[in-house]
């Protein structure tokens, strides 16, 4: 059991209801205080200034495996307060990801739903995502898009697509409908979006002056299970708040996996 304290709901019950309704939820309240977001800003500038050439911005997944630093803020009472109100007290951490798309040549991210690159490894399928905004994330350097009320399914079909153009290799087969009802998540430094993990969404190229930088933060209700026996060499979960509910085995946030981190490289896998 961890974290026991009292804590305060962030969000009121119309604003869950908004999010079960439509998949989504901007959050323009800041996140973190001011000095606490400053400190996770100066620390993915410090991690990306220390990133081989040959490895893009976009693809550092997983990046608490080998910086367990970075759980000051993926288990911090700021960010577990705004998901408790739809997840529940009994938290754990899935996954976190710094999707960083460089001024002028920033990938574009295909239309996908998250759940169908995780597929089985949780049962059931329910995961909130939280997008930290650690730039400016507009319209003009390629936010984040969704496609309201598209969290019902989770799987759709999916084709290949440029992997030199997309930061993943797959996308939801095209649908002009599906372009005309995207929502942009526009967010201004230390704000968030928050999206379920079936719902559709996708961002564009960033081909502007400015870095877009965010950080996906995800978490899952400790009543859902861990299929270890399929990614329990790629992947693993960490107790977040509250208490186990499902017999899953949990990742110590105290010490690194540098060992898990180079395997996923090798195996050229990753959970997104």
């Keep these: 059991m961890v974290n026991q304290k009292?804590?305060?709901?962030?969000?009121?019950?119309?604003?869950?209801?908004?999010?079960?309704?439509?998949?989504?939820?901007?959050?323009?309240e800041p996140?973190?205080?001011?000095?606490?977001?400053?400190?996770?800003?100066?620390?993915?500038?410090?991690?990306?200034?220390?990133?081989?050439?040959?490895?893009?911005?976009?693809?550092?997944?997983?990046?608490?495996?080998?910086?367990?630093?970075?759980?000051?803020?993926?288990?911090?009472d700021e960010v577990l307060d705004l998901v408790e109100p739809i997840l529940g007290p009994d938290i754990a951490l899935w996954s976190s990801h710094f999707i960083c798309k460089p001024k002028g040549n920033g990938k574009r991210v295909p239309w996908h739903e998250d759940s169908a690159y995780w597929h089985d490894a949780l049962a059931p399928m329910e995961v909130v995502t939280v997008w930290l905004a650690i730039d400016p994330s507009t319209t003009a350097n390629g936010c984040m898009y969704v496609v309201p009320r598209t969290q019902d399914n989770g799987y759709s079909d999916y084709v290949p697509v440029d992997a030199t153009k997309n930061v993943f290799s797959t996308e939801?087969?095209?649908?002009?409908?599906?372009?005309?009802?995207?929502?942009?998540?526009?967010?201004?430094?230390?704000?968030?979006?928050?999206?379920?993990?079936?719902?559709?969404?996708?961002?564009?190229?960033?081909?502007?002056?400015?870095?877009?930088?965010?950080?996906t933060m995800r978490y899952m209700p400790a009543t859902v299970k861990f299929n270890a026996g399929r990614l329990g060499a790629l992947h693993q979960v960490y107790l977040a708040r509250g208490r186990d509910r499902a017999g899953n085995q949990y990742a110590d946030p105290s010490r690194a996996y540098p060992e898990l981190a180079r395997y996923r490289e090798l195996s050229g896998k990753r959970l997104h």
């Design 31 to 76: 996140v973190f205080p001011d000095v606490k977001f400053q400190k996770l800003q100066n620390h993915f500038n410090a991690k990306l200034a220390l990133l081989p050439p040959e490895v893009r911005p976009e693809e550092m997944d997983v990046p608490h495996f080998t910086d367990p630093a970075l759980f000051e803020w993926l288990l911090a």
């Design 172 to 215: 939801i087969t095209p649908s002009k409908m599906r372009d005309l009802m995207a929502v942009p998540c526009e967010l201004q430094p230390n704000q968030a979006s928050l999206h379920d993990g079936k719902l559709i969404h996708g961002s564009t190229p960033n081909t502007s002056s400015i870095r877009r930088c965010g950080y």
């Design 6 to 28: 009292l804590h305060v709901p962030r969000l009121s019950p119309d604003r869950v209801e908004q999010y079960r309704r439509e998949g989504y939820l901007i959050v323009t």
